[in-house]
């Protein structure tokens, strides 16, 4: 598959939602990489924008490329520590809305329990496998299933934290991500200029207090 050209969104600050001596959570625009690519041209991302501002800011976890919304940054090695336990022990709970192509014609809640695997033949894509996948889980819930010609609005909870998730299970779904290049549909592509999949809920606890923390970002469409 090729690969388009690294355009990143231009730099008009930072959209901090949360700052504290231990982390900042920020909101990252689509179409900008969470960490530096392996190529070059694409040194400019999220994590190195922040620590422009805040030097001691390290990457927890990373969204998509295309996808907006929600990041957690570290703020020191100890910060660090106890968030990435968190998120590798899934007691971050992640929520998401997006834009999916189709008015969306199964239950209005469920679950979808699909194994993912990479698709040996178009890494780094993502595929369905029963036979080699990983267990993955995505719990949903429709919004509006007329929000726009042809588009349901989903609100979408990973269980399981696997590459591409959320976006495989929508095209397994029939129902992919409305501009998503990777997954979707010329059709379904052609109806944003962007991936409709953005980053709109966290709730963790905080590293320094313990206390449950939840953060907010409504989506920009």
Request: proline content about 9%; some cysteine; hydrophobic content about 35%.
């Amino acid at each position: 598959m090729a690969s388009t050209p690294y355009r990143p969104p231009e730099h008009h600050g930072l959209s901090v939602l949360y700052l504290s001596d231990q982390l900042i959570v920020v909101d990252k625009p689509s179409g900008l990489l969470s960490v530096p690519g392996r190529h070059p041209g694409k040194e400019d991302c999220l994590s190195r924008r922040v620590q422009a501002e805040f030097p001691d800011a390290m990457i927890v976890h990373r969204l998509d490329m295309g996808t907006s919304g929600i990041v957690v940054m570290a703020r020191g090695a100890k910060a660090l520590r106890e968030l990435s336990r968190q998120f590798q022990e899934r007691r971050v709970r992640k929520s998401y809305q997006a834009l999916v192509d189709g008015c969306w014609s199964v239950a209005a809640t469920g679950e979808i329990g699909l194994p993912i695997g990479v698709d040996q033949a178009n890494p780094p894509k993502q595929k369905v496998d029963h036979a080699t996948g990983r267990p993955c889980l995505t719990r949903y819930r429709v919004l509006d299933s007329g929000g726009g010609p042809g588009v349901s609005r989903i609100a979408l909870e990973p269980i399981t934290g696997r590459l591409h998730q959320l976006r495989v299970h929508m095209e397994a779904m029939g129902h992919p991500i409305v501009g998503d290049d990777f997954y979707g549909t010329p059709a379904s592509c052609a109806k944003a200029e962007r991936l409709m999949l953005h980053a709109s809920q966290i709730e963790f606890e905080h590293p320094e207090t313990g206390t449950l923390l939840r953060v907010e970002c409504p989506p920009p469409f």
